[in-house]
């Protein structure tokens, strides 16, 4: 819009001007709860991070020899979700979506 609008130059000369409010204001911002102190929020989710990367490296280390986590995803797509492979890609999956539950049900 133009400046040199009339309309427009009244509608923002009044919208400066202060409402009486009787006091309102000073009294409604009185009786709100003072402001809590701000927490760090970083930190949970850099440890549920960290937790989860220790839970696949786990799950990983502890797999027995010459699992691979593709083998264990073929095996579970051929309906063989009880080898070693597909035991070891079932528990990294599961750590991962543990950490996101905790994160998506994280209310503060």
Do not use: Y
Request: proline share 7%.
């Amino acid at each position: 819009m133009s400046t040199n609008d009339p309309l427009e130059r009244l509608l923002r000369e009044d919208a400066r001007m202060p409402i009486a409010d009787d006091g309102f204001t000073p009294r409604m911002l009185s009786c709100l709860p003072s402001p809590r102190a701000v927490r760090a929020t970083w930190w949970k989710p850099a440890l549920i991070l960290g937790s989860t990367v220790l839970g696949s490296a786990l799950a990983m280390v502890f797999a027995p020899e010459g699992t691979s986590l593709a083998q264990g995803f073929i095996d579970i797509t051929h309906s063989r979700p009880l080898t070693s492979a597909a035991l070891t890609g079932l528990a990294t999956c599961a750590a991962l979506i543990i950490s996101a539950l905790v994160l998506a049900a994280d209310v503060e």
